[in-house]
């Protein structure tokens, strides 16, 4: 059976998941009084996105239980409903969108075209699912991610015996013809700019013909927790990866094991509103904080600390009070580079001097975040300086102005949390945000709102 027939979601319960870049400028709201709110937040991206992925490949129907409604991840949704796999949105509606059934085609189909749109998790995971469908396969992206790095996509899945036709430029778009197998083997690549390319592979591995032995051969591999998140999923799913050693994985050709789970809520994109009780001296409680968990928006709790506030885990409820003084930090952010923007925006109103390295490869992530953040940080009055693998933000005097958001979620919510302290700032493409978060304009609002006593630390 196929199931050509997905159709874009009617259901946006905030906001529409596909708006384009607006030109509108958004009144950043100012805490007049410290923050004092509950927050609950969508599912994550990332789990999301993985889950998909390997409920496409499973040996049966798996069933998502709250997942994540955002470009991201009904871009991924396409992707796969494009290669023939089902979706069906359940009547079952939790406060952010209806639980998922995913049924794998009993073959993946090509004579296709895949819009990853900005999404990384779709350019790096869907190529190797593309491989295993019978016909070619095009996948493109928005114009300002095609330059987004894919080389070690194209050169591995070469290596892998696949046959992708990219005019010699190892980036989007590409075509993929597949022939509804991939052979697999021993393969090195170099993972330095994103570990996506470990993630694609990996979640694919299984279903080739003679596995996967990966190695990663570069200067650096970022962001670690996100390949322990691929290796958990699969795991969850019966399929052992092995890592004989730093740097190397081992996955048997194997059955990818159908799986009902509820995707926990996206502690990366917790970071604004938990930095929003530390930047105005009060509170925020995040509902539904995962016990265990390999979302590496968990350090948070580690982090947060280091600028002055404090954090406690009361059951499934993380509060971070913020103790109305804001320190600089040298965090070495290399496992968790997507946490960035958040923790230079509040670094931009300590006190003290911070640095933030370790995150070189974040000039790939949906745009030049390092440039991006020291333009934007300098705009508004504020002294920040970019590393070779980071940044050095020094304490200044922020005045209101425009806050650009480069197409990028991150940057949008990260004007959002200076503006919480910095009057008149006005951030450009709000809407950016939908792309794992249509939600937030509207969550940022009532959080803001949820502020009823007390007064502003100086
Ligand atoms: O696998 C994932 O879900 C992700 C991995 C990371 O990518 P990089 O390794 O490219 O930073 C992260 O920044 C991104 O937001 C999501
Ligand atoms: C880098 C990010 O996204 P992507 O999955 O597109 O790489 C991010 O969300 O911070």
Same mark, same amino acid.
Do not use: C
């Given at each position: 059976?196929?199931?050509? !027939? ?131 396969? !095009? ?19 070469? #290596? ?10 190892? #980036? ?65 799913? $019966? ?40 930047? !105005? ?54 496992? $968790? ?7 230079? #925006? ?25 440039? #991006? ?7 508004? $009055? ?53 792309? !794992? ?22």
């Amino acid at each position: 059976m196929q199931f050509r !027939t997905y159709s874009a979601p009617e259901f946006e319960p905030y906001g529409d998941s596909r708006q384009p870049e607006t030109n509108e400028l958004w009144a950043a709201p100012v805490a007049q009084t410290p923050i004092d709110a509950d927050v609950a937040l969508p599912g994550s991206k990332s789990q999301t996105n993985r889950e998909l992925v390997l409920s496409a490949l499973a040996d049966g129907p798996s069933l998502l239980t709250a997942p994540l409604h955002s470009q991201d991840s009904d871009r991924m949704v396409e992707a796969l409903a494009g290669l023939g796999t089902g979706v069906e949105r359940m009547p079952e509606e939790g406060p952010f969108g209806p639980d998922l059934r995913i049924t794998p085609a009993s073959e993946l189909t090509g004579s296709t075209t895949i819009d990853a749109g900005q999404a990384g998790t779709v350019m790096r995971f869907v190529p190797p699912v593309a491989a295993l469908a019978l016909g070619p396969v !095009t996948i493109d992206a928005d114009d300002s991610a095609r330059g987004r790095p894919m080389h070690a996509m194209v050169d591995a899945l070469r #290596a892998l015996g696949v046959d992708l036709a990219d005019e010699g430029r190892g #980036a989007l778009p590409f075509t993929i013809h597949g022939t509804g197998r991939v052979a697999g083997g021993e393969i090195t690549i170099d993972a330095s700019s994103s570990s996506q390319f470990v993630s694609g592979l990996l979640l694919s591995a299984p279903r080739f013909e003679n596995g996967l032995v990966l190695h990663h051969a570069g200067e650096r591999l970022p962001s670690l927790p996100h390949i322990e998140m691929t290796i958990a999923a699969l795991a969850a799913r $019966g399929v052992t990866v092995e890592t004989p050693e730093l740097g190397t994985w081992v996955v048997a050709p194997q059955a990818i094991g159908a799986r009902d789970l509820a995707i926990e809520p996206d502690l990366s994109n917790a970071a604004p509103f938990l930095a929003a009780a530390v930047a !105005t001296g009060g509170r925020v409680t995040i509902g539904n904080w995962p016990a265990e968990t390999t979302q590496v928006g968990a350090d948070l709790a580690t982090y947060l600390p280091l600028f002055g506030a404090e954090v406690t885990l009361d059951g499934d409820r993380l509060t971070v009070r913020g103790t109305g003084r804001i320190t600089g930090v040298d965090l070495d952010l290399s496992t $968790g580079g997507e946490l960035a923007p958040a923790l230079a #925006a509040l670094a931009a109103l300590a006190d003290t001097p911070s640095e933030l390295t370790g995150i070189g490869h974040i000039r790939h992530h949906e745009t030049d975040r390092l440039a #991006a953040l020291v333009a934007e940080i300098n705009g508004l $009055g504020g002294h920040a300086i970019e590393l070779a693998d980071g940044l050095r933000i020094e304490p200044a005097e922020l005045h209101g102005g425009v806050w650009k958001s480069y197409k990028d979620h991150r940057m949008s919510t990260a004007g959002a949390l200076i503006g919480l302290r910095v009057p008149g700032v006005e951030v450009h493409d709000i809407g950016a945000t939908a792309k !794992t978060l249509p939600q937030f304009p509207e969550l940022w609002r009532r959080m803001v709102a949820a502020a009823p006593h007390g007064v502003l630390p100086a």
